[in-house]
């Protein structure tokens, strides 16, 4: 597009691209270098300036990759202030949530709505968005024995009607508001929660993060209760107690090809290193698979890749993020493997250690000499089509370097752009209300999940200054577009075409087989 | 020997947090034969340590560090055999929360432990010589000498210091801090002021002992640094003369030449106040090939910072264990003082007369720093 840009277009672009950086990485939880507050705050700011600012494209952001916490964030804020918006505004942003809000896994969407009525918002909009998704569960019973006192305040809340009688609404609305009164249901789950307070075998029919609180109160042995308890696990939860449920060295067949990447990345990364030298071959198909999969059609289409990964001391994350930089890190490891033509792919760690799977977070970043070894031609002397650099944006020994070898190789070595360098960054830094930058002329992208980094790496482009804001925009309507289109029945459907992968990857979303 | 012989330790490039700086220091190879291990000791910090049988003091003593010439567990990855009961462990809190044990008097700062072991108190060595500076008095009765010192000796004293958790910014800074592979040592820099030195014989010690900083003692003068003092400025490297790189291999050269950059400019211009002084040894232990000195600075009144610190030295001097202690400016005039006085035999006069000023101007200065005792009440 060729139209002049004002300043202002441009510092409106630079906003939102912060933004973005900022809702796909932070999650108000406590980082490596800054606390759970400092994130809060900034995030909060981030949030209010955007909202007043740019009310559009706030609401708009609901359609990108950003995390959860923050679509939680956006839709808490723009049901908050539905007043500073117009009525077509408010049209355009009710659909928006209602896409988003059928994407969100159930328990954040109940967390939600306790915040809605926590902050006193019960407005006929706001209200009708919370029935017709309440409306839209699949089976309500079943949320308001895993999410009761969620169900309860946003039942409550919107004037749920659950009219007495013996339809099924009746005993949800029996068993939220008046327990003890039905000597049984005909729900068989709301059946099986009345039962396991005092019968051992309806616990097994309970979901199971339900059934876990009974059974200690029944003093069931932990691992006869997982072995009854595993059929009715979420996918999630059965990758999560599988170390529990191995007996001796037969592990019950979990099919980790089928987990996310970077959820396997981060089991992979939570064994000890010789389970991990022994299950050497497994634990690599797994995530093999699982990055083929996330690749889909980008897979082979990247060319030569090259890839700077930080495995150093600070990619363990905190106590809340475990090891998590480390996880992307080994997650991007695998899909630019498969992102890349076939044995054009290498691989440098800061460490210097070559194993992939044995990474630990450990030692310094010396990030400028690994991205002078990653720049090195492959062989035949083949310069990389893509150098990709995965880190927290910290570079210590020394401080900077990183960013003068990239100044200095793009101004003096490849003026041309033959090779195009991206830095994807795990880590938001609440002081710099952004990810942290390597150098001015290196676009830089916040990530959380590895499986995005292709959609990543065209928002990236933007922040390189090459592309100007009226691309961005027209990006952006894109995106809602799709994301609209779609629409709000087959809302997962969007998502899969998007990400070239089958879309429930995302953290904590149900999947009762 | 009157100086600190760093040869073998490399200085890496600085990790900066705040206003604090840390530059680790990296052996190629540990030094051989020699272990550090840790000892906690309970009642947050509390001790008593007896110094002979008439003299004891009361401090601040989180931990003690127990030297190992012996050669064993060396080789054995988890400290095997004897010396695992030496405070490998880094907190031994199943121990100290079960038993009560009664409060331990500590023997003397430096104590020979069964085999070749040497249990000391870090910093205590220093500390105890730094407060000891010339308090034996002069060797000859006179006339000034009051008759309580000559009876019943002179009146302890006593140094205020920090906690590391009091510095502000320290204990972040150690904890975000990335420790290299090799690495033997570190160098505290508080608002780019050096605040104490660290350096092990070998890397696992380090790890160990990295967190203890933050329970070492610091000078006044670290404290208010840390308190009042902005954020310092990373060390950014930055690669001049771009026009001549037309290779990756010069980028390379360049790169590199930064590092070595950094590590010239610290050894010269960070470190230059500890390492061109010169110090007075004074030998508190032999252990086989090494010995465990601790040191005073010359107390020379020049503005730059003084430190005194303990030190262990393999047969070539070379420093195998090193801690300091940054003194403060008052503490630095202290040791000037006594260092005058009891260069000119305890006479007013002749001190006076090396110090430039009036004999009234001195005894203003003997009672300003608080050493009233030394003087009779009609001086």
Redesign the interface.
């Known amino acids: 597009m060729n139209t002049p840009e004002s300043p202002a277009d441009l510092v409106a672009a630079e906003d939102l691209l912060l933004f973005v950086n900022a809702a796909i990485t932070a999650t108000g939880q406590r980082e490596f270098r800054s606390g759970a507050i400092s994130q809060h705050l900034s995030l909060d700011f981030l949030h209010t300036y955007v909202r007043v600012n740019y009310r559009r494209v706030y609401a708009a952001c609901l359609a990108l990759d950003i995390n959860d916490h923050n679509a939680a964030r956006i839709v808490l804020g723009l049901l908050e202030t539905a007043g500073e918006a117009s009525t077509e505004e408010r049209r355009a942003e009710g659909r928006l949530i209602a896409a988003r809000l059928a994407l969100l896994p159930p328990q954040r969407v109940y967390r939600l709505f306790g915040e809605v009525r926590r902050a006193g918002i019960n407005n006929r909009r706001t209200r009708a968005i919370l029935r017709d998704w309440l409306a839209a569960r699949p089976d309500l019973g079943h949320d308001a024995v895993k999410y009761r006192s969620g169900v309860k305040t946003a039942a409550r809340h919107v004037h749920l009607r659950c009219p007495e009688g013996p339809a099924r609404m009746a005993e949800v609305g029996a068993f939220l508001f008046r327990p003890g009164k039905l000597p049984r249901y005909g729900h068989p789950l709301l059946d099986a929660w009345r039962r396991a307070h005092y019968e051992q075998g309806a616990v097994a029919e309970l979901p199971f993060s339900v059934a876990e609180g009974f059974a200690a109160r029944h003093g069931m042995k932990r691992a006869v209760f997982l072995e009854r308890a595993a059929p009715r696990m979420t996918r999630l939860e059965r990758l999560r107690t599988q170390e529990q449920r191995a007996v001796g060295d037969r592990r019950p067949d979990v099919d980790l090809a089928v987990m996310p990447l970077t959820r396997l990345a981060l089991y992979v990364l939570a064994l000890p290193f010789a389970q991990r030298a022994a299950r050497r071959a497994e634990l690599t198909g797994a995530l093999r698979t699982a990055a083929r999969r996330a690749a889909g059609g980008h897979a082979g289409s990247w060319g030569r890749v090259h890839a700077v990964l930080d495995d150093s001391f600070s990619s363990s994350g905190s106590g809340q993020k475990r090891r998590r930089p480390l996880a992307v890190a080994l997650a991007c490891h695998y899909l630019l493997e498969a992102l890349a033509a076939p044995g054009a792919y290498r691989a440098v760690w800061t460490s210097g250690r070559g194993d992939a799977l044995l990474v630990r977070p450990w030692g310094p970043t010396p990030l400028g000499m690994r991205v002078l070894d990653a720049l090195e031609p492959g062989p035949g002397g083949a310069v990389p089509d893509r150098l990709v650099i995965v880190s927290d944006g910290w570079d210590n020994a020394p401080a900077g370097l990183a960013g003068e070898v990239l100044r200095v190789w793009r101004r003096r070595l490849d003026p041309g752009r033959r090779t195009a360098v991206v830095h994807v960054n795990p880590v938001y830094d609440s002081e710099g209300f952004d990810v942290r930058r390597l150098a001015a002329g290196v676009p830089t992208a916040g990530i959380r999940d590895a499986e995005d980094l292709p959609a990543l790496v065209e928002i990236a482009r933007f922040a390189e200054g090459r592309a100007g804001a009226a691309e961005l925009h027209a990006y952006l309507d894109r995106r809602v577009a799709r994301f609209l289109g779609a629409g709000v029945g087959a809302g997962v459907g969007a998502e899969v075409g998007d990400r070239g992968a089958v879309g429930d990857g995302r953290p904590g979303r149900e999947a009762v087989s | 020997m009157n100086r600190l012989e760093l040869t073998g330790l490399t200085t890496?490039?600085?990790?900066?947090w705040g206003g604090v700086r840390l530059v680790?220091l990296v052996r190629e190879e540990p030094v051989a034969g020699l272990r550090l291990h840790r000892e906690v000791y309970e009642g947050l910090g509390a001790g008593i340590v007896e110094l002979d049988d008439r003299t004891h003091y009361v401090s601040y003593i989180p931990h003690g560090l127990v030297a190992d010439w012996s050669g064993e567990g060396s080789d054995a990855r988890d400290g095997g055999g004897q010396s695992a009961a030496y405070g490998t462990q880094f907190s031994g809190l199943e121990a100290a929360r079960t038993v009560r044990l009664p409060r331990l008097a500590h023997h003397r700062t430096a104590k020979r432990r069964p085999g070749d072991r040497l249990r000391f108190l870090p910093l205590h060595l220093a500390l105890e010589g730094y407060l000891a500076l010339h308090f034996g008095g002069p060797s000859t009765a006179w006339e000034e000498w009051s008759r309580r010192a000559l009876q019943a000796g002179l009146s302890p004293r006593a140094e205020d210091t920090y906690l590391g958790w009091s510095v502000r910014g320290l204990g972040d800074a150690l904890r975000?801090f990335?420790?290299?592979?090799d690495q033997c040592g570190v160098m505290v820099y508080v608002s780019d002021a050096l605040a104490a030195a660290f350096v092990v014989p070998h890397p696992e010690d380090y790890r160990l002992l990295h967190a203890s900083l933050v329970e070492d003692l610091y000078g006044e003068l670290v404290h208010q640094y840390g308190l009042y003092g902005a954020p310092v400025p990373?060390?950014?490297?930055?690669?001049g003369g771009?026009?001549h790189?037309?290779?990756?291999a010069g980028?390379?050269a360049?790169?590199l030449g930064?590092?070595r950059a950094?590590a010239e400019a610290h050894d010269g211009l960070f470190a230059r106040e500890l390492l061109d002084s010169s110090y007075g040894f004074e030998r508190v232990y032999r252990m086989g090939s090494f010995t465990l000195w601790r040191f005073l600075p010359p107390f020379v009144r020049d503005g730059s910072g003084q430190h005194i610190g303990e030190t262990i030295t393999d047969h070539k001097g070379r420093v195998a264990y090193l801690k300091t202690f940054r003194l403060s400016d008052p503490q630095i005039r202290r040791g000037h003082l006594l260092h005058t006085l009891a260069g000119a035999d305890w006479e007013l006069s002749r001190a006076a007369e090396a110090l430039g000023a009036t004999r009234e101007e001195l005894v203003r200065r003997i009672r300003a720093a608080g050493f009233s005792a030394l003087l009779k009440g009609n001086v």
């Open positions: 890496r490039p600085s990790q900066v680790p975000v990335e420790i290299h592979p990373e060390f950014g490297a930055r690669i771009e026009e790189i037309r290779t990756l980028l390379r360049a790169a930064q590092e950094w």
